[in-house]
Structures are given as structure tokens and as C-alpha cells.
């Protein structure tokens, strides 16, 4: 089975603060993705990922950087954090040619 | 460019009572259509997909059925249970960079009371 791991289930912040969130997959995909999950919003793609040091922007990056030095690897950074970034964040995983995607618990971000 | 509409939740239902949850899609192309499932505290989770036009994706019990007359990936339980109670996902797969970059509806809540 497709392991999706996320470093922390829950984060409290505080405004202006750096924060790093980490994901890490153990099928060797290729692919990985960052989402934020509000109510009413559903999933928005932040950043995704092709391939070790590839990324791409999502449709919300801003505020937002990413890394991807190893392949199993994606870290999600909020290079100075803001209370409209409190939300669910979602990683996931898939292969380069097949479209399923395998998500991570997620984890949920408060910034006061 | 590419999204899903899907009827606004909660959908709430009695245990075994017929489940429909709408989803219909605009896209150039012909994608791949998903419903994903998001149970209390977890992430999602592939539910079913259909990858071609009049395809039939189910599981658990969980059917939907792609129709490209209507744009349509309607998903359907004959006799829900509480442990359906979940947040329920349509998606459309989108090619970006040679991969398939998903694009999600807002999801629906749905609430099965005993």
C-alpha cells in the first residue's frame, strides 16, 4: 500500500513566523502536490511537483514556496506566516502516467 | 479552462436510504472522472474513476456512471450506512508537464443518522 506521511497532524503558529510543513511518500512516485482544504472551497492546488527539484505553481501559491530535494520528499513553506494561512493542508503522491492520487492525513494549521 | 460543479452538502440521509450526490464537469478533452471520499480526520481516498465515456465506476457499493451528452458523473448508493458518513469529491484529471494534475469540486458533506 501507498504510504503518504505528514509531519505534524496538527501546528500552531503565530503570525509572521516561518513555518515547514513535510511530506514524505514511500512508493517512488514522481509526482507530489500540495492542497489547502477550506469549507466551502474544497482542495486548492498550491504547488505540485514533477520531479526532484521541479515545481510548479498551483493556483494559490502565493505566500508560498516548496522544496523538493529527494524524491520521496516535499516540504510545503510559509515563509512568514499570516492568519488567512489557518487551513487543512494536504499532500499527495502519484505517478508520472497514472492519474490516481494518494493523499496524506493532513495537517491542520492554526496561525494566531 | 477545466471544473467541477457538485450540489452543495450536507446531504443527510437515513441509514439505507438511496444516495445520489450530482457532479457535472466543463472540460476540452476527454478526461478521466474520480470520486474521492474523505472520512472524519483523514485524507481522500480513490473512491472509483471511469477513465472513457459510458464507463461505470463503483466500489463499496458506490456507483457512478461517465455521460458526455450531459457532462455529467452522478455517484449513487442504494442503501447508505452510517459509515458513509463522509466528505465526498468529484474530480476531473487535467494533463499538465506530462502528468495528470487533478481538479476538484467543493465536495459534499453527507450525514447517514441510524
Known amino acids: 500500500d501507498v504510504k503518504v506521511t505528514q509531519s505534524s497532524r496538527y501546528l500552531v503558529k503565530r503570525t509572521g513566523e516561518k513555518v515547514f510543513l513535510e511530506c514524505v511518500q514511500d512508493?517512488?512516485?514522481?509526482?507530489m502536490f500540495w492542497y489547502r482544504q477550506d469549507p466551502g472551497l474544497g482542495l486548492r492546488l498550491i504547488y505540485f511537483s514533477y520531479d526532484v527539484k521541479m515545481k510548479e505553481k498551483g493556483d494559490i501559491p502565493e505566500g508560498y514556496s516548496v522544496s523538493r530535494e529527494k524524491k520521496e520528499r516535499f516540504s510545503l513553506i510559509l515563509e512568514s506566516a499570516s492568519t488567512n494561512q489557518t487551513s487543512m493542508y494536504l499532500c499527495a503522491s502519484s505517478l508520472r502516467q497514472q492519474e490516481t492520487q494518494y493523499f496524506g492525513p493532513g495537517t491542520r494549521l492554526l496561525v494566531l | 479552462g477545466n471544473s467541477v460543479t457538485q450540489m452543495e452538502g450536507p446531504v443527510t440521509l437515513s441509514e439505507e436510504a438511496f444516495l445520489t450526490i450530482n457532479c457535472t464537469y466543463t472540460a476540452t478533452g476527454y478526461p478521466s472522472l474520480f470520486w474521492y471520499v474523505q472520512y472524519p480526520g483523514e485524507g481522500l481516498q480513490l473512491l472509483l474513476k471511469?477513465?472513457?465515456?459510458?464507463d461505470k465506476g463503483s466500489n463499496k457499493g458506490f456507483e457512478a456512471t461517465y455521460r458526455k451528452e450531459t457532462t455529467s458523473f452522478h455517484l449513487e448508493k442504494g442503501s447508505v450506512q452510517v459509515s458513509d458518513s463522509a466528505v465526498y469529491f468529484c474530480?476531473?484529471?487535467?494533463?499538465?508537464?506530462?502528468?495528470?494534475?487533478?481538479?476538484f469540486g467543493r465536495g459534499t458533506s453527507l450525514i447517514v443518522h441510524p
Open positions: 471511469a477513465t472513457k465515456a459510458d
Open positions: 512508493m517512488d512516485h514522481e509526482n
Open positions: 474530480a476531473l484529471s487535467d494533463p499538465r508537464r506530462g502528468s495528470y494534475i487533478p481538479t
